[in-house]
Structure formats: C-alpha cells, structure tokens
C-alpha cells in the first residue's frame, strides 16, 4: 500500500525540525519504504511517498513526529492500477 504524506509545520516550528532531522535523522522505520521525497521550494512543506506492508507503519512513522508538525497521510494508486480498475463500457 502507497501512502502520499504531506507534512507541513508552523514557521517557528522550523528550526526545531531542522535540529531534530539532523540529530535523529529522516529514516523512516522498519516497515516503511519512502518511493520519494520533495520539498517546497518556499520551505515549510514535505511530499513524501511511501510504501507499507502494513498501514500501522505509517502511523508509527508519523508518531515520532507529530508533536512538531501536522501530517495528513492518504492512501494513493499508481492512475495505471487504478484505470485498470474501473470497468470498460
């Protein structure tokens, strides 16, 4: 399963998102696989895309984080699969 993250945190918040980025790192934990990661170019805002054998993973993921950022997770389909799904007429 493929997750589409935004992340986004409050200007004061973004120099205690650098220190804790380079401190404890970005890697996600065991059973998250990220595909991808951006940043917005005007700063305060992360794509990121994962993939989990176990949609808990992501939960756990996002945990350690959510005290200094705001995380909207959402379930996503390559438009390839999901084409593939809709019947033909």
């Known amino acids: ?6 992340i986004t945190w409050e200007p004061g918040k973004r120099d205690e998102m650098i220190k804790r980025a380079q401190t404890l790192g970005v890697t996600p934990p065991e ?11 005007h700063g305060g ?4 895309l994962a993939e989990v054998e176990d949609p808990k993973s992501m939960f756990v993921s996002n945990l350690g984080w959510s005290d200094l950022c705001k995380i909207e997770a959402t379930p996503v389909l390559p438009l390839e699969q999901a084409m593939s799904l809709i019947p033909a007429k």
């Open 45 to 48: 805002r992360v794509f990121r």
């Open 1 to 6: 399963m493929q997750f589409m993250a935004t």
């Open 31 to 41: 059973g998250v696989k990220v595909l991808g990661e951006w940043i917005d170019v």
